[in-house]
């Protein structure tokens, strides 16, 4: 069964980069698309964006600019930077399987809660 | 970017009641459609897909069904277990996005 977990610093101070891996295990990480997805604390889903695991983005418009998705398949990992991070960057984010023709996310990892905060 | 509106926000029904949330697109989203459960403190679980197609090992008291712009999620016999929040997202043009969600109490 697939599983995905994320990982990275759980405090991140104001405009310093947040940077976040996702490891896949269970499955490769080859033919599928990966999303990044966030969640601030009591508030709903807001879709960051996703890759194919041979390189080409989609980014929410939001944060195109300061949101990069990047792969490494040899490592079975999903990574995202967000740069210039603000207090409104802090949320629970998470990774997702995102299967696309019949498109869904079918896979999520728990999420990190990543706080910016000085 | 393609706006979806869900309601009611709030939703609270008894056990045994047949429940209905809307999600509406500010644009033609054809039937790709998805809806999740999300319980406090996990992360989402993809119920329904393609708009009506239930994801493998969600009850049959779910369904959904829609196509274009409006769309509805229902729970024919709502369940303790129910309990949550739930999200539509469409993912027929990117960027991809979701609802605002609907929260589900159990009276």
């Known amino acids: 069964q697939v599983q995905l977990q994320e990982s990275g610093p759980g405090l991140v101070r104001p405009s310093e980069t947040l940077s976040l891996t996702c490891t896949v295990s269970?499955?490769?990480?080859?033919?599928?698309?990966w999303s990044w997805i966030r969640q601030s604390p009591g508030k709903g889903l807001e879709y960051i964006g996703h890759?194919?695991?041979?390189?080409?983005?989609n980014y929410a418009s939001s944060l195109r600019g300061r949101a990069t998705i990047s792969v490494d398949t040899s490592k079975n990992q999903v990574s995202l930077k967000l740069t210039s991070v603000t207090a409104a960057d802090t949320a629970v984010y998470f990774c997702?399987?995102?299967?696309?023709?019949?498109?869904?996310?079918?896979?999520w990892g728990p999420g990190t809660l990543v706080t910016v905060s000085s | 970017d393609v706006h979806l509106t869900q309601s009611p926000s709030v939703l609270s029904a008894s056990v045994g009641d047949r429940v209905t949330i809307t999600c509406r697109a500010s644009e033609d989203t054809s039937n790709y459609l998805a809806w999740y459960q999300q319980k406090p403190g996990k992360a989402p679980a993809l119920l329904i897909y393609s708009a009506s197609t239930l994801q493998s090992g969600v009850p049959s008291r779910f369904s959904g069904s829609g196509f274009g712009t409006e769309f509805t999620l229902t729970i024919t016999s709502l369940q303790p277990e129910d309990f949550g929040t739930y999200y539509c997202?469409?993912?027929?043009?990117?960027?991809?996005?979701f609802g605002g969600g609907t929260k589900v109490e159990i009276k």
């Open positions: 890759i194919y695991y041979t390189g080409p983005t």
């Open positions: 997702a399987r995102l299967i696309t023709g019949q498109h869904r996310n079918d896979y």
């Open positions: 997202q469409q993912v027929n043009n990117y960027p991809l996005t």
């Open positions: 269970g499955g490769s990480i080859n033919k599928f698309y």
